[in-house]
């Protein structure tokens, strides 16, 4: 059974930081690329950052200079390092996987495998 679960989520002022960690197991992720998305209440499901199997990284524009993804193949595991978190990153923050080989895309739809999603709420 191919799971994702995400963890590290919480509660933190304005100004802080956060380290999300998604642990993939049921099948080797090594090859596809990866992402995080973010959902805000009312709003749709976005894009934050995504690492290719190579490790070529790519982020949103509002996230960019701020967080970092990295992921270790061996652990089958990607992290998301969050500094500088604003209370507009209040959101549920998921971790994804494309099931083909191929590049980075920022469109929801064309990630096959999702987590559970956690919690991530910035304080004013």
């Known amino acids: 059974q191919v799971q994702l679960v995400e963890s590290g989520g919480g509660l933190v002022q304005a100004g802080g930081s956060l380290r999300l960690s998604c642990a993939a197991s049921?099948?080797?992720?090594?090859?596809?690329?990866m992402a995080w998305f973010r959902q805000a209440p009312g709003k749709e499901r976005e894009f934050v950052a995504g690492?290719?199997?190579?490790?070529?990284?790519y982020y949103a524009d509002s996230v960019r200079g701020r967080f970092t993804i990295s992921r270790d193949n061996a652990k089958t595991t990607v992290s998301l390092q969050m500094n500088g978190l604003k209370p507009e990153d209040t959101a549920v923050f998921y971790c994804?996987?494309?099931?083909?080989?191929?590049?980075?895309?920022?469109?929801?739809?064309?990630?096959?495998?999702w987590g559970q999603g956690t919690q991530v709420t910035v304080s004013s």
């Open positions: 049921g099948r080797t992720f090594s090859r596809y690329p």
């Open positions: 690492i290719s199997s190579g490790g070529p990284t």
């Open positions: 994804a996987a494309r099931s083909e080989q191929g590049t980075v895309v920022t469109v929801a739809d064309r990630y096959y495998y």
